[in-house]
Antibody, heavy 120, light 107 residues
Framework: EVQLVESGGGLVQPGGSLRLSCAAS????????MSWVRQAPGKGLEWVSV????????HYADSLKGRFTISSDNSKSTVYLQVNSLRAEDTAVYYC?????????????WGQGTLVTVSS | EIVMTQSPATLSVSPGERATLSCRAS??????LAWYQQKPGQAPSLLIY???TRATGIPARFSGSGSGTEFTLAISSLQSEDFAVYYC?????????FGQGTEVEIK
């Protein structure tokens, strides 16, 4: 059974940083890609970033480039999202989701999400 | 970036009735279209992919259709557990983009 478990969210002041983690199990981590998708309170879904299982290919939403960095550790089957220079509008639940990069593929499994709140 | 537009924003339906949700892409995405269901306090879950293929465990009352730029999700006879928010998403190109969602509420 595929399991994706996010962690690392919390309350952070504007301008601060966080590193979110997503631990994966139940599938061959290096054969898939992992994405981050976020959802602001009461709002819709916004795709953030993706990384291939081998870490060689990454994509970012244009609006977030430069502040967010995705990475992965194959030895731990874990993907990370480093979020810097946080703003109030980054307040959201951040989900990780399993997919592929080089083939058109939906997000077929999702974690339960981790809440990031940016406030002073 | 491909813009996905869903309609209506809210759909009021009585249990047992049929619901039809629409999704339009700003350019052709072939059949690279997914539908997700999200219940309050839960993560989204995959419902339909390839525009018309039900994901594992999804009941037959859910059906998807369309290709190119126009897509439809139909729920043939709404059950209490189907009242939720539904999102369409294109996975034809990066960045992946979602529609703004349709809330299916009890009438």
């Amino acid at each position: 059974e595929v399991q994706l478990v996010e962690s690392g969210g919390g309350l952070v002041q504007p301008g601060g940083s966080l590193r979110l983690s997503c631990a994966a199990s139940g599938f061959t981590f290096t054969s898939y890609a992992m994405s981050w998708v976020r959802q602001a309170p009461g709002k819709g879904l916004e795709w953030v970033s993706v990384i291939t299982g081998d870490g060689k290919i990454t994509h970012y939403a244009d609006s977030l480039k430069g502040r967010f960095t995705i990475s992965s550790d194959n030895s731990k089957s874990t993907v990370y999202l480093q979020v810097n220079s946080l703003r109030a509008e980054d307040t959201a639940v951040y989900y990780c989701a399993k997919t592929l990069v080089l083939q058109p593929t939906p997000f077929d499994s999702w974690g339960q999400g981790t809440l990031v709140t940016v406030s002073s | 970036e491909i813009v996905m537009t869903q309609s209506p924003a809210t759909l009021s339906v009585s249990p047992g009735e049929r619901a039809t949700l629409s999704c339009r892409a700003s350019q052709s995405i072939s059949s690279n279209l997914a539908w997700y269901q999200q219940k309050p306090g839960q993560a989204p879950s995959l419902l339909i992919y390839g525009a018309s293929t039900r994901a594992t465990g999804i009941p037959a009352r859910f059906s998807g259709s369309g290709s190119g730029t126009e897509f439809t999700l139909a729920i043939s006879s709404l059950q209490s557990e189907d009242f939720a928010v539904y999102y369409c998403q294109q996975y034809n190109s990066w960045p992946r983009t979602f529609g703004q969602g349709t809330e299916v509420e009890i009438k």
